[in-house]
């Protein structure tokens, strides 16, 4: 059932998915000019970022975009400390971005799926929530009363926000960042909605970007390399939670991940050799 749904796909619809599927990594790089106190040429941020969709494949998904790109500022002349804030500054804008669409398509009412959670459903065990917030609570204190622990941690934040702190003082460069990952959201899930589309399946675009980003949050959290085989089941869960039949659910899913995550690699390892041969990384 699954190769006839993707049989009777249109060919010429995946063929455009696979264009759309490959701008996101362009905004990406957009999204990081933004976030680097430094000029760096634009076409070697976009090697970069497929670069990482190389590397995406032995390492999960966020570990691998933080770690090549503090090693990437870091060779283009940014100490440790601003290269790590760079990254965290573009991944945690990516985050904002995805919490944003969530809350604005459900708060809305523009998907069609029902995310409605009654507290009730939840039993919160109060034994083990006591536990967390006492253990916090001794580690906050031991920091906070015992020179030995508290004096190299005020050092590290200090040495930290002197080097973060400029990357946040100017709003316009925030809403820059926030926007551009708010691009990169959109574009993933436009390239699967026009999968779906292919598929012959009417799905609105709110419900394919609802299903994308929440695929997205969910595959980052887990330790696998690119949310292998993760991913896909995700992906085909929500979109038979919108409404697409189980076979053109996993059909869809199959060619969202090989055009936006199988494919990219290809041109990704070309990437990752050109910026070694500039000492990039």
């Known amino acids: 059932s699954i190769v006839d749904a993707i049989a009777g796909a249109s060919v010429p619809i995946l063929l455009l998915a696979l264009v759309i599927g490959q701008t ?8 990081v000019s933004q976030a680097t106190p430094l000029p760096v040429p634009y076409g070697r941020l976009a090697l970069l970022e497929f670069a990482i969709t190389f590397v995406n494949l ?27 804030g760079v990254g965290g500054l573009d991944s945690v ?23 409605d959670i009654s507290t009730s459903s939840v039993d919160f065990d109060g034994q083990l929530l006591l536990i967390v917030v006492l253990a916090v609570a001794v580690g906050i204190a031991v920091v906070a ?5 508290r004096n190299p941690v005020v050092s590290v934040i200090r040495t930290t926000w002197s080097k973060i702190g400029p990357l946040i003082s100017s709003p316009r460069r925030l809403i820059r960042v926030v926007l551009a990952n708010l691009l990169v959201q959109l574009l993933f899930s436009l390239t699967s909605y026009t999968i779906l589309r292919a598929f012959g399946q009417d799905v609105s675009f709110a419900d394919a970007v609802l299903v994308n980003v929440c695929v997205a949050l969910f595959a980052g959290l887990m330790p696998v390399p690119g949310g292998i085989g993760v991913t896909e089941a995700a992906l085909t869960a929500g979109y038979t939670a919108i409404g697409v039949d189980s076979a053109s659910a996993m059909g869809a899913a199959l060619c969202y991940r090989m055009i936006t995550f199988y494919i990219p690699p290809l041109f990704g390892y070309f990437a990752l050799r050109s910026l070694r041969r500039q000492r990039m990384l």
Request: charged residues 10%; proline residues 5%.
């Open 145 to 149: 009363f015992v020179p030995k622990f």
């Open 93 to 115: 804008a990516g985050f904002v971005s995805q919490i944003f669409l969530i809350v604005v398509i459900v708060g809305f009412g523009l998907s069609s799926l029902n995310l």
């Open 58 to 84: 032995a390492v999960p998904s966020t570990a691998a975009r933080v770690a090549m790109n503090i090693r990437f500022f870091q060779r283009n002349g940014l100490d440790r400390t601003t290269a790590i």
């Open 24 to 31: 996101p990594r362009l905004a990406g790089a957009f999204a």
